[in-house]
């Protein structure tokens, strides 16, 4: 079936939805997105979005600390434009209606949370469940608008790619997509496609990231001939609940800043010998500095402590963390919660100028698929939700300037093919490849690499891909294959990258390259060959 609209948005968190909200008032919206509508990274977001929006703080500062934070890498143009939007996207959010949580300290409006690599609070939050309200509010605005359509359940395949004569990629025309309930392919045609699908936290065995974050949109755009930028960069987030029953949950960067402090098994401290702003260091000091001392104590885990806090204030800063850590018979007013690093966010992604734009025509990007340059070497907190909205609006405001001369393309689109193909009978054969894949990723491309584990890794992905390869044009497409297929393309990607950067910056530590060199003061561009 082929379905007709004026923008495609892949994906539905905070990204996508605030450009549907846009786009809508200049055309038809069809929002595709794998889960239900609310399942999405921002979802899972607790810690809040980085803004200045109190007179204390400054537009400078803000910069500052996210340039120190990117070690050398981040667009300064970018980082500047991205900080002085902020007011207005925020105000944005509120009018939309995000209730963020109010001061109770006049004459601050808003109660500002600090994080890892902030000089001062600024984070704007919803208690700790920030990304779960902005997604309440964008979905009720969303389902107000009549010519929004959502598809939840449906996977994007691959975008369609008009080329020319020698193969080069031109101009996207939409996308294939996979209905998972009723296993149809679908071909959305549009005059813009966006691409907001998120991250790739499950290319890793160990990931704060939810199931859905496989990498979508960065294989597809790779796949499409589109540049993808700083695959390398690889954020580990540094406090994630170490217990054998809990799937992979996220204590927030703000535990961090409300006082938590990083303590061994023994209870001791050690983020003094890392850095001066000890427990408050940015995530990569912190993640490199946890595994350091676990690999040296042989423990499993450290120790985060925030035991010292009012029982009170802890409960209601921090409901969702209080709840989720007790169902595993830890209370955070008495206990320390034992913590470990786990993959959480990538830095690198679909290579995008100031206004989402790709290298491919009527083909964006925005939210964590991206790479805008704000981020660096490595993310300061809450700086990603902020680039979301920011990017977003670059995206509705660049279209806007072409909308009314833009035709829908008449070129005739080629239906999905399935001919040939034959049922699975042997799906063991993805979960064992998926198993192989993430946790080749955990222990060869993890926050500490060396040429030696770089080159293990790309033999086993490379065989791995090949098999892939084979099983994927001989049966019928699912959901587990589409997604298998996506986090071994982003996989390489990332070991690629890996490779071609022969020194240590930011989330990026090779034992072999352990300076840092000014000759790779530059993004890694990869694009298929």
Same mark, same amino acid.
């Given at each position: 079936?082929? #379905?007709?609209?004026?923008?495609?948005?892949?994906?539905?968190?905070?990204?996508?939805?605030?450009?549907?909200?846009?786009?809508?008032?200049?055309?038809?919206?069809?929002?595709?997105?794998?889960?239900?509508?609310?399942?999405?990274?921002?979802?899972?977001?607790?810690?809040?979005?980085?803004?200045?929006?109190? *007179?204390?703080?400054?537009?400078?500062?803000?910069?500052?600390?996210?340039?120190?934070?990117?070690?050398? $890498?981040?667009?300064?143009?970018?980082?500047? #434009?991205?900080?002085?939007?902020?007011?207005?996207?925020?105000?944005?959010? @509120?009018?939309?209606?995000?209730?963020?949580?109010?001061?109770?300290?006049?004459?601050?409006?808003?109660?500002?949370?600090?994080?890892?690599?902030?000089?001062?609070?600024?984070?704007? *939050?919803?208690?700790?469940?920030?990304?779960?309200?902005?997604?309440?509010?964008?979905?009720?605005?969303?389902?107000?608008?009549?010519?929004?359509?959502?598809?939840?359940?449906?996977?994007?395949?691959?975008?369609? @790619?008009?080329?020319?004569?020698?193969?080069?990629?031109?101009?996207?025309?939409?996308?294939?997509?996979?209905?998972?309930?009723?296993?149809?392919?679908?071909?959305?045609?549009?005059?813009?496609?966006?691409?907001?699908?998120?991250?790739?936290?499950?290319?890793?065995?160990?990931?704060?990231?939810?199931?859905?974050?496989?990498?979508?949109?960065?294989?597809?755009?790779?796949?499409?001939?589109?540049?993808?930028?700083?695959?390398?960069?690889?954020?580990?987030?540094?406090?994630?609940?170490?217990?054998?029953?809990?799937?992979?949950?996220?204590?927030?960067?703000?535990?961090?800043?409300?006082?938590?402090?990083?303590?061994?098994?023994?209870?001791?401290?050690?983020?003094?010998?890392?850095?001066?702003?000890?427990?408050?260091?940015?995530?990569?000091?912190?993640?490199?500095?946890?595994?350091?001392?676990?690999?040296?104590?042989?423990?499993?885990?450290? $120790?985060?402590?925030?035991?010292?806090?009012?029982?009170?204030? $802890?409960?209601?800063?921090?409901?969702?963390?209080?709840?989720?850590?007790?169902?595993?018979?830890?209370?955070?007013?008495?206990?320390?919660?034992?913590?470990?690093?786990?993959? *959480?966010?990538?830095?690198?992604?679909?290579?995008?100028? *100031?206004?989402?734009?790709?290298? @491919?025509?009527?083909? #964006?990007?925005?939210?964590?698929?991206?790479?805008?340059?704000?981020?660096?070497?490595?993310?300061?907190?809450?700086?990603?939700?902020?680039?979301?909205?920011?990017?977003?609006?670059?995206?509705?405001?660049?279209?806007?300037?072409?909308?009314?001369?833009?035709?829908?393309?008449?070129?005739?689109?080629?239906?999905?093919?399935?001919?040939?193909?034959?049922?699975?009978?042997?799906?063991?054969?993805?979960?064992?490849?998926?198993?192989?894949?993430?946790?080749?990723?955990?222990?060869?491309?993890?926050?500490?690499?060396?040429?030696?584990?770089?080159?293990?890794?790309?033999?086993?992905?490379?065989?791995?891909?090949?098999?892939?390869?084979?099983?994927?044009?001989?049966?019928?497409?699912?959901?587990?294959?589409?997604?298998?297929?996506? @986090?071994?393309?982003?996989?390489?990607?990332?070991?690629?990258?890996?490779? $071609?950067?022969?020194?240590?910056?930011?989330?990026?530590?090779?034992?072999?390259?352990?300076?840092?060199?000014?000759?790779?003061?530059?993004?890694?561009?990869?694009?298929?060959?």
């Amino acid at each position: 079936m082929e #379905f007709k609209t004026d923008f495609l948005i892949l994906g539905s968190g905070i990204a996508g939805l605030s450009l549907a909200i846009k786009a809508s008032t200049l055309g038809s919206v069809a929002i595709v997105t794998k889960k239900e509508k609310t399942e999405s990274n921002t979802n899972y977001a607790q810690g809040g979005i980085a803004a200045v929006t109190d *007179h204390t703080d400054s537009f400078d500062e803000h910069i500052q600390d996210t340039l120190i934070c990117g070690a050398g $890498l981040c667009k300064k143009d970018v980082v500047d #434009f991205v900080v002085r939007e902020a007011p207005p996207r925020i105000q944005e959010l @509120i009018d939309w209606g995000v209730n963020f949580t109010k001061s109770e300290i006049p004459p601050h409006l808003y109660d500002l949370g600090q994080e890892g690599g902030h000089n001062r609070r600024r984070v704007l *939050h919803a208690k700790d469940l920030t990304g779960r309200e902005i997604e309440r509010a964008l979905n009720e605005k969303v389902a107000a608008l009549n010519n929004v359509h959502i598809y939840e359940n449906h996977i994007g395949i691959d975008l369609i @790619i008009q080329k020319d004569i020698s193969g080069k990629p031109v101009i996207c025309q939409g996308a294939y997509a996979l209905d998972i309930n009723n296993r149809e392919i679908h071909t959305y045609r549009a005059k813009y496609t966006i691409l907001s699908t998120g991250g790739a936290g499950k290319v890793y065995l160990i990931t704060t990231n939810p199931d859905i974050a496989t990498g979508d949109g960065i294989a597809m755009a790779y796949r499409a001939g589109a540049k993808i930028a700083n695959m390398e960069f690889i954020q580990f987030h540094p406090t994630c609940l170490y217990h054998p029953d809990a799937k992979a949950f996220l204590i927030s960067e703000a535990v961090r800043g409300e006082g938590g402090i990083l303590r061994l098994k023994n209870g001791s401290t050690f983020m003094e010998k890392y850095h001066p702003m000890k427990s408050l260091a940015p995530r990569d000091i912190v993640a490199k500095a946890i595994d350091t001392e676990i690999k040296q104590s042989g423990d499993e885990y450290v $120790l985060l402590d925030i035991t010292h806090r009012e029982r009170d204030f $802890l409960i209601n800063r921090f409901p969702n963390i209080y709840n989720k850590c007790l169902e595993y018979g830890i209370d955070i007013t008495s206990d320390p919660i034992p913590i470990a690093p786990a993959a *959480h966010y990538i830095c690198g992604g679909v290579a995008v100028d *100031h206004y989402g734009k790709t290298s @491919i025509a009527n083909l #964006f990007a925005c939210g964590e698929v991206s790479c805008t340059g704000l981020h660096g070497a490595n993310r300061l907190a809450s700086n990603s939700l902020l680039e979301a909205v920011v990017y977003s609006h670059r995206v509705y405001t660049e279209i806007s300037r072409h909308y009314k001369k833009m035709k829908q393309s008449d070129a005739c689109i080629a239906q999905w093919d399935s001919s040939g193909t034959t049922e699975s009978d042997d799906s063991v054969v993805v979960t064992h490849n998926w198993d192989e894949i993430r946790r080749c990723m955990w222990n060869y491309v993890g926050i500490v690499r060396s040429d030696k584990r770089l080159e293990r890794a790309a033999r086993r992905i490379d065989l791995i891909q090949k098999e892939i390869d084979e099983y994927y044009w001989n049966f019928k497409v699912t959901k587990d294959l589409v997604e298998l297929r996506n @986090i071994t393309t982003v996989a390489k990607l990332i070991v690629r990258s890996a490779f $071609l950067r022969k020194e240590s910056r930011g989330l990026h530590y090779n034992i072999d390259y352990p300076d840092t060199l000014d000759e790779f003061k530059k993004d890694t561009i990869i694009v298929k060959e």
